[in-house]
């Protein structure tokens, strides 16, 4: 518990997501860490999927079609929401009198994830019926399997999943600084034992959007139907 606190320290993150550093080497950073959540969960996916991974492994159209979706689905919709969780966290550490406490952080960051989440998908797939003549060439279509999908993916019943829980490298930093530096949520993260409290609620803390935005595509295939 204590390696994974010390890399959630932001000390140690501040080095790479700060408001000081110029805008490129910020993108840079948060391209990278894309990066290193998205492919390990990707290769889970692939190796729990049965016949997945041989199919990819002959090549041809099914590992075209599986690495554009990573590229132009899965890869946009990681780097935007951990754009914004990086980003949040180097605002949480300015320095500058005045700043506000930083379990008000935590707070924005849940209902954005969500929101990214959730319209990215929705653009991403509207375009993929105009480029590459997905869902029927329908945006209509395309619209209306949003919902279905994202409803799905906190259980990793589809490849949204890897790119829901991928996002978690930018979550656990912002979630894990905010909870043990916040003084109002002090009394919380006291209560659990050897300097735990902040990664135990950061990860409920995901959980809880994972769940929130799960209620929300469940809400949206009720009302479409």
């Not at 290769?43 to 079609?65: K, W």
């Not at 300097?195 to 809400?219: C, Q, R």
Request: hydrophobic fraction near 55%; glycine fraction near 8%.
């Amino acid at each position: 518990m204590d390696g994974c606190f010390d890399l959630c320290d932001p000390v140690g993150m501040h080095r790479f997501f700060s408001t000081d550093m110029p805008g490129t080497r910020f993108i840079r950073n948060v391209l990278l860490f894309s990066l290193a959540g998205l492919l390990p969960v990707l290769l889970i996916y692939v190796s729990l999927t049965p016949g997945f991974a041989s199919a990819l492994m002959q090549g041809g159209p099914s590992l075209n079609r599986f690495l554009r979706q990573v590229v132009t689905n899965g890869l946009p919709v990681v780097f935007a929401i951990n754009y914004v969780g990086f980003f949040l966290f180097a605002l949480s550490q300015n320095k500058n009198a005045g700043r506000p406490d930083p379990g008000l952080y935590i707070l924005v960051d849940m209902p954005a994830r969500v929101f990214v989440f959730l319209v990215l998908h929705a653009i991403i797939y509207v375009l993929s019926a105009d480029w590459y003549g997905s869902f029927g060439g329908s945006r209509a279509t395309a619209l209306r399997v949003v919902a279905p999908t994202l409803a799905r993916s906190a259980l990793f019943e589809n490849i949204s999943g890897v790119y829901l829980y991928a996002t978690l490298v930018s979550a656990l930093p912002l979630y894990v600084s905010a909870f043990g530096r916040s003084s109002r949520l002090r009394f919380i993260v006291a209560r659990f034992p050897y300097k735990s409290g902040a990664f135990v609620l950061a990860l409920v803390w995901f959980l809880l959007a994972v769940l929130g935005l799960t209620v929300l595509a469940n809400l949206i295939v009720f009302l479409q139907e």
